[in-house]
T-cell receptor, first 114, second 111 residues
């Protein structure tokens, strides 16, 4: 089944404790992206990747890191999480970055930082 | 960069009534336009999209949207609401690198 998977689905952590949220897709998509969803703000892009070893900042990259060493994986790293990073995070992938291609979303990761 | 406005963060309709969710995008070169739906505790899934050609686009679950270049709008409609339509809906024009999401409209359907 074609899908985007994320782990963990739920995470509660404390300020400053490094964490990684994994994202994997099995559709051989070139483009992958991370979004955060906050009430009243819709989805905002954190980082994106056009292909392996090619990543770039989105609209809200502060406090996050990403890497793209393999085509299928695009982990999101919070080196020192803070309470303002409490949010719902979505990973998405698409065949390419532009054009009328649908983005496929993972199920989301709900992160709480205390 | 694209920007998008969704009028009304909450819309409530009765079951069987018309659904109209409004979306206006910025007036730069029209990109591709998407509507996504998010059911409770789920990720987003594509409802419909406009790329080129016919300006009236039909999607899943009886939804449709009309691209109006002169009004820079891409409003979502459904003739008759069903209880299962209760969800949050996002309009998203796409630029070169990303979708730009609206702030979302939560649709409530009253019995």
């Amino acid at each position: 089944e074609a899908q985007v998977t994320q782990n963990p689905r739920y995470l509660i952590t404390v300020t400053g404790k490094k964490l990684t949220v994994t994202c994997s897709q099995n559709m051989n998509h070139e483009y992958m992206s991370w979004y955060r969803q906050d009430p009243g703000l819709g989805l905002r892009q954190i980082y994106y990747s056009m292909n392996v070893e090619v990543t770039d900042k989105g609209d809200v990259p502060e406090g996050y890191k990403v890497s793209r060493k393999e085509k299928r994986n695009f982990p999101l790293i919070l080196e020192s999480p803070s309470p303002n990073q409490t949010s719902l995070y979505f990973c998405a992938s698409s065949p390419v970055s532009f054009g009328g291609y649908e983005q496929y979303f993972g199920p989301g990761t709900r992160l709480t930082v205390t | 960069a694209q920007s998008v406005t969704q009028l009304g963060s909450h819309v409530s309709v009765s079951e069987g009534a018309l659904v109209l969710l409004r979306c206006n995008y910025s007036s730069s070169v029209p990109p591709y336009l998407f509507w996504y739906v998010q059911y409770p505790n789920q990720g987003l899934q594509l409802l419909l999209k406009y790329t080129t050609g016919a300006t009236l686009v039909k999607g899943i679950n009886g939804f449709e949207a009309e691209f109006k270049k002169s009004e820079t709008s891409f409003h979502l409609t459904k003739p008759s609401a069903h209880m299962s339509d209760a969800a949050e809906y996002f309009c998203a024009p796409t630029g070169r690198r990303a979708l730009t999401f609206g702030s979302g409209t939560r649709l409530q359907v009253q019995p």
